[in-house]
């Protein structure tokens, strides 16, 4: 362990008689003897594509940074990030100093950063109006990145992913974008006209220790310790675990579900004779889901993902109709994680998970008991056996991926994983077992696990899940059935441009109109951003296909 924080010396300017140095915690940040000269030249040295993120931890005195931001292309961001609050205050002194806020550069700031998430929070919102990064990429400048090496890491790690997500999200929005805005109107209109008693989750609703269940192989596994410990936790299941809890005999608290498409079914419908998806057990449902009987209408409460930054999304969002939001994270599972770490009452609350291996053996890549393995054994014949079967589940990716110790993977469940672990190790989540990825996340024996629980004995958590708030239903329904009825006024105003039928307004308003009503053209292949918007014939065209689309889906939905 290190000093305690009110006994570290603060730093110090040491004159080398060529420049200051930096020196602190019984170390030199710079060169003694030409501090300039390493960052200078590697700023010089530096070659910089257009649309790069640069981050530049730990930047101190400004070393190189002038030079730096004198040779960046355009659309270039330079984002300094300090993490200790001595060193932090030093910098922004110097920089306020010398002209190098960010009043007088537009692409260079300067942040005090606590969490290495506090990085991505600033992109996301200091940033909102920037053009999308292309890539990310590191500059160390001083030596003080190396006092918390693990800090910055994991923060680059973030700033990449990031922008890694945004690129993926797009060529998912291109994909899947008009199915995700249908889903979210036809959910409001479930919401506006067929939930009047809706479980309300809301943060801290949780009072005993979580449990996550995805639908990974180590499922299996755990379904003993699930039903030793049934009643002192609380269990988040992913919609594919439902099937193979149910098959051993364990019911959830809630399920998740996030999948906007139609193979996600096989989840809600029963996979056995005498084994049908819990028609009362509260559901916790995307917005952007599909909508389908998840169960009692009542029991059915919608979270909100901001998948893409639109005009549309805000405004749902300010109509506060979802429990919560949870960011764009690809995956059920870490969605769960992240819903779990909002539920439960305080972090000294542990949320364990299983079946979130992100990898596989030799055997199937999902529990047995979920729907991907049924499926396997509905299709097994005498030409095609199930050993086959077997063998196409377990290996499945794995030419593009890596195989270690007898586990499999593959590019996009290993980022899964590293994604996992930069966002929720060392904050009260603990993987039950060990194995799979990601590798070194902090693990829990069943016995420790156990033990752990029966620390916390329940606290008026009833096993159907948080108790709606008397009266806030209506609220939701009323907000949902605006949000609706805004929606298709705004259409139809849209639609009396683009048809000729108002003749007073002008290029403004129908600009205004495009920029609101956005999910018409999100899903375009060549929509970049609101700079991409144009009123030409070609793209109003286009526009005008969309917006009958969803205006019938609107009308349907409000049951017009």
């Known amino acids: 362990m290190g000093e305690p924080a009110d006994k570290i010396s603060p730093p110090v300017l040491a004159d080398t ?3 200051f ?5 019984n170390r030199f940040l710079y060169s003694r003897r030409f501090p300039a000269k390493h960052p200078e030249e590697t700023a010089a040295a530096a070659d910089i594509l257009p649309g790069t993120l640069v981050l530049l931890f730990s930047p101190l005195l400004g070393y190189g940074v002038r030079t730096l931001l004198q040779h960046v292309p355009d659309g270039v961001f330079v984002l300094a990030v300090e993490h200790d609050a001595a060193l932090f205050h030093l910098s922004r002194d110097f920089f306020s100093r010398t002209g190098l806020d960010a009043g007088e550069n537009k692409c260079f700031r300067l942040i005090f950063a606590p969490e290495p998430e506090t990085v991505t929070h600033f992109l996301d919102e200091g940033l909102s109006g920037h053009p999308p990064f292309r890539r990310c990429i590191r500059l160390d400048l001083s030596g003080g990145a190396a006092l918390y090496a693990g800090f910055y890491r994991q923060a680059e790690f973030l700033a990449a992913e990031y922008v890694s997500v945004f690129w993926k999200n797009r060529a998912t929005l291109i994909r899947l974008g008009r199915k995700y805005a249908e889903n979210i109107f036809k959910n409001c209109g479930e919401l506006a006209a067929g939930i009047p008693d809706a479980i309300l989750l809301q943060a801290g609703a949780v009072r005993k220790p979580l449990v996550v269940a995805g639908a990974g192989p180590s499922l299996g596994m755990a379904t003993g310790f699930l039903r030793e410990n049934r009643k002192g936790l609380f269990l988040l299941a992913v919609e594919a675990a439902v099937p193979a809890l149910q ?13 906007a498409q139609i193979w996600i079914n096989r989840a809600f419908c029963g996979n056995y004779p005498d084994c049908r998806f819990p028609a009362d057990i509260p559901v916790l449902a995307d917005f952007t889901s599909r909508p389908q009987k998840r169960g009692k209408k009542k029991h059915t409460s919608f979270f909100l993902t901001p998948y893409t930054r639109a005009e549309f999304l805000r405004r749902l969002a300010s109509k506060k109709t979802a429990c919560m939001e949870i960011p764009p994270l690809g995956s059920v599972g ?7 770490g909002k539920l439960r009452a305080n972090i000294t609350l542990p949320v364990f998970f299983t079946g979130l291996d992100f990898s596989w053996g030799s055997g199937f890549s999902h529990a047995e008991g979920t729907p991907q393995v049924r499926e396997c054994r509905i299709r097994a014949d005498r030409l095609s056996p199930l050993e086959e079967k077997r063998a196409e589940a377990a290996f499945a990716g794995v030419r593009t991926g890596t ?16 994604l996992c672990a930069a966002r929720f190790a060392g904050k009260g989540f603990f993987r039950l077992g060990e194995g799979g990825l990601p590798d070194g996340f902090p693990s829990a024996a069943f016995s420790a696990a156990a033990q752990e629980i029966r620390k916390h004995p329940p606290a008026g958590n009833p096993e159907s899940g948080p108790a709606p708030e008397s009266g806030a239903e209506n609220g939701i329904r009323r907000r949902a059935a605006d949000f609706l009825q805004e929606e298709e006024q705004r259409l139809l105003n849209l639609r009396a441009i683009l048809t000729g039928a108002d003749k007073t307004a002008d290029n403004a308003g129908l600009s205004r109109l ?5 999910y018409l053209y999100l899903h375009f292949p060549d929509y970049t951003g609101a700079e991409s918007v144009s009123l030409r014939r070609d793209f109003l065209n286009r526009v005008r296909v969309e917006l009958e689309f969803f205006l019938k889906i609107i009308r349907t939905a409000r049951g017009r």
């Open 403 to 418: 195989q270690n110790g007898g586990i499999f993977s593959n590019e996009a469940m290993r980022g899964y994983a590293k």
């Open 247 to 259: 098959a051993a005999g364990i019911r959830p608290d809630l399920i998740i579900t996030v999948e």
């Open 514 to 518: 495009l920029q609101e009503a956005d």
């Open 334 to 340: 870490l969605a769960a994680l992240e819903a779990a």
């Open 21 to 25: 140095s930096v020196f602190y915690r």
């Open 17 to 19: 008689g060529n420049g």
